[in-house]
């Protein structure tokens, strides 16, 4: 008998290959920092998580060629595995694990793959608060199910978070719940807007397409857990009579140009967020966790 792959609907993986592919990730992660080398990780990671550890990385091999001086390995236990049932491809399930760095957090990962023939890769990197991490709806089996991005069973589509994240960080509203990476960080940007001498501007921006496509699995509850991605760009004008802060080292490194009256930084963010189940008491998404990383700068 054939089985057609991108007709039925197949759990992703099993839980020895998952864990297979979370201890390769952290070997080759621990590689690419201890010697400051993208290259050393990269079959590894992929979308928001890779443009974030590559700059990092980048950053750090301008200013120490020989390699990270600080290196400490990651270690990655108590690991639970989700993996969802689906139809087609990517493929892909979740990893939540205890880690050694970052306090008492769980490492939530997601990792993807477009082909048999084709490696596990970290999409999603977002470290998440003990206890959390909501409970999965699974089968009998124990398979997950993945939400499709475009449900209308949930307070907002996953295909359109993004977007709404974006809009709620210039505009505000109803849509997210207040914590961290909402209320308190729109927040912290307008104290930051206008300052002695200096003025920031924010662009905020969805990525939703490609490796950068977000990612859903139900909730016991009927909501979803959502991973998503986001860019952003943070511009500092200099009044005149002004400068601009100095940057530190890691951030020079990721500069072209020289910087005079403005200053714009590039970041790329990825996000985990628990969207409810549509006609549920609180319709407002919450978001768990959030890690971003700066890639580029440009000084005028």
Do not use: C
Request: overall charge negative.
């Amino acid at each position: 008998m054939v089985v057609h792959g991108e007709r039925e609907v197949l759990p992703a993986t099993t839980q020895a290959e998952a864990g297979k592919a979370l201890r390769q990730f952290t070997a080759a992660y621990n590689k690419a920092d201890k010697a400051y080398d993208s290259s050393l990780d990269a079959d590894h990671v992929t979308g928001a998580l890779e443009d974030i550890d590559r700059a990092r990385l980048k950053a750090g091999a301008a200013n120490n060629p020989g390699g990270n001086p600080a290196h400490t390995p990651l270690e990655l236990s108590d690991a639970k595995f989700t993996i969802p049932k689906k139809a087609g491809w990517p493929r892909w399930f979740v990893a939540d694990a205890a880690g050694n760095k970052g306090g008492s957090v769980r490492w939530l990962f997601v990792f993807t793959r477009g082909g048999l023939d084709e490696p596990w890769e970290a999409a999603y990197l977002t470290l998440v608060a003990p206890g959390k991490v909501p409970e999965f709806k699974k089968d009998k089996d124990g398979w997950a199910e993945a939400v499709d991005v475009n449900s209308a069973r949930l307070a907002v589509k996953p295909a359109d978070l993004g977007e709404q994240y974006t809009t709620y960080l210039k505009n505000g509203g109803d849509v997210f719940a207040d914590g961290a990476q909402t209320s308190v960080w729109r927040a912290e940007r307008k104290k930051d807007a206008k300052r002695p001498g200096l003025a920031t501007q924010y662009i905020d921006e969805p990525l939703a397409s490609g490796d950068y496509a977000p990612l859903a699995l139900r909730t016991a509850d009927g909501g979803a857990l959502v991973f998503f991605s986001t860019h952003h760009f943070e511009k500092q004008t200099a009044y005149p009579g002004s400068s601009i802060p100095t940057p530190g080292d890691d951030v020079l490194a990721l500069t072209k140009g020289e910087i005079k009256q403005s200053f714009t930084m590039e970041f790329v963010s990825n996000q985990v967020a628990l969207d409810p189940g549509k006609g549920s008491d609180d319709q407002e998404v919450s978001v768990l966790g959030r890690i971003q990383g700066m890639t580029s700068a440009q000084g005028e």
